[in-house]
Each structure stands twice: as structure tokens, then as C-alpha cells.
T-cell receptor
Framework: SAVISQKPSRDICQRGTSLTIQCQVD?????MFWYRQQPGQSLTLIAT?????????ESGFVIDKFPISRPNLTFSTLTVSNMSPEDSSIYLC????????????FGPGTRLLVL | AQKITQTQPGMFVQEKEAVTLDCTYD???????LFWYKQPSSGEMIFLIY??????QNATEGRYSLNFQKARKSANLVISASQLGDSAMYFC????????FGTGTRLQVFP
């Protein structure tokens, strides 16, 4: 199994600022993903973090708002830009392993509150 | 388009009893995977069990088993011998090209 860590674990930010969340996996993984979980809701995929190239964003999410980097096989960052209170959520990093991605693990999440 | 549905917003079960959490899905892709995750109040997502669409047998992991009925497009999670620590949100998820989640079922285990 893969162990995933995220920093920070939580933060309180002012509107209009940006926050970068770091995700570190303890082993090389095939795929890395970023999800958002709004209060009381399920998980929504933001994007797939691709190593060495631009992330693949899901409908409703754009690079200007959520820039993502993945410089190597074990590390990725998600930035939440120009934040508003609607961005208050848990942001989760996820990593897939296995040839057919039959396992996908999640980090502990970053709880973000925007005032 | 892929879709996953959990129709039970909440379930109650007595300790030591078995409980079934429902999940149905829809996809046009013949190759897909089905997952169950547990999310306790701490917020972490804990991987429980995986079933591939071509797997002949139902997946089992300890007290968790997945009742996979391909023709009905259902992938129900069965938890045997419930424990108080099983109280949490449970999410069903499916992957054909990406992993998407159902709305979740809140399970409460009472003594």
C-alpha cells in the first residue's frame, strides 16, 4: 500500500489569497489525483496530476484557479488561487497503484476555511 | 457516462449484526473497477475493498465482502459482525477512466 502525506493539514485563509497544498507519496505511483470534498458532500475529482506535463482538469475546474504540479512520481502540489469562502472544503490527494489502478489511496486531507 | 448511486443516506445496525450497504452503478465500459471506502469523523478516506469487472468471485477483506451482481449493476458492501468502530460514512466508487464517488451512506452501530 502507499502512504500519502499532505501539508498543511488545515488552514484558515483570507479571501483573495492563495494556498499551496503539498502531497508526498512514500513510493512511486502510477497516477496522482486531487479531489475536493465540500462540507457534507461526497468527493469530486478536480484533476489528474501528470508527471512532467499539464494536469488534466475535470469539467468545472480550471488551471488558473487550481494550478497543479507534479515534478516527479512521488510529489504533487495543488494551489487554490484567489480564494473565496466557497472554496472552503477538504482537499484530498490520491494516488493509484497497480497496472489497472485496482488500488487508490488517499491522503489525510487538507481542511481549508476561507474567511 | 459513468454514474454511481447510493440510495441509503443513513443506516443503523446493532453491534455484532451484519449490515448491507447498497450501491448501483452505470457504465458503458466493459472494463471497470468498483471500490468501497470508509470515512470516519476524522475525515480520512480508508480503502476497504476492490472488485474488478472481470473478477469471477466476489471480493472479501476480513469482515468486508462485496456482493457483486454484474447483470444488476450492483456492488453492495456487506459488513459482518458490526463493531462500534464501524460507525462512519461509507462511499462506493467506480472507475472506468476515472474514479467517481457515490453520495455516501452514514452507518451508525449501536450497542
Amino acid at each position: 500500500s502507499a502512504v500519502i502525506s499532505q501539508k498543511p493539514s488545515r488552514d484558515i485563509c483570507q479571501r483573495g489569497t492563495s494556498l499551496t497544498i503539498q502531497c508526498q507519496v512514500d513510493s512511486q505511483v502510477t497516477m496522482m489525483f486531487w479531489y475536493r470534498q465540500q462540507p457534507g458532500q461526497s468527493l469530486t475529482l478536480i484533476a489528474t496530476a501528470n508527471q512532467g506535463s499539464e494536469a488534466t482538469y475535470e469539467s468545472g475546474f480550471v488551471i488558473d484557479k487550481f494550478p497543479i504540479s507534479r515534478p516527479n512520481l512521488t510529489f504533487s502540489t495543488l494551489t487554490v488561487s484567489n480564494m473565496s469562502p466557497e472554496d472552503s472544503s477538504i482537499y484530498l490527494c490520491s494516488a493509484g497503484t497497480g497496472q489497472t489502478l485496482e488500488t487508490q489511496y488517499f491522503g489525510p486531507g487538507t481542511r481549508l476555511l476561507v474567511l | 457516462a459513468q454514474k454511481i448511486t447510493q440510495t441509503q443516506p443513513g443506516m443503523f445496525v446493532q453491534e455484532k449484526e451484519a449490515v448491507t450497504l447498497d450501491c448501483t452503478y452505470d457504465t458503458s465500459d466493459p472494463s471497470y473497477g468498483l471500490f468501497w471506502y470508509k470515512q470516519p469523523s476524522s475525515g480520512e478516506m480508508i480503502f476497504l475493498i476492490y472488485q474488478g469487472s472481470y473478477d469471477q468471485q466476489n471480493a472479501t477483506e476480513g469482515r468486508y465482502s462485496l456482493n457483486f451482481q454484474k447483470a444488476r449493476k450492483s456492488a453492495n458492501l456487506v459488513i459482518s459482525a458490526s463493531q462500534l468502530g464501524d460507525s462512519a460514512m461509507y462511499f462506493c466508487a467506480m472507475r472506468d477512466d476515472k474514479l467517481i464517488f457515490g453520495t455516501g451512506t452514514r452507518l451508525q452501530v449501536f450497542p
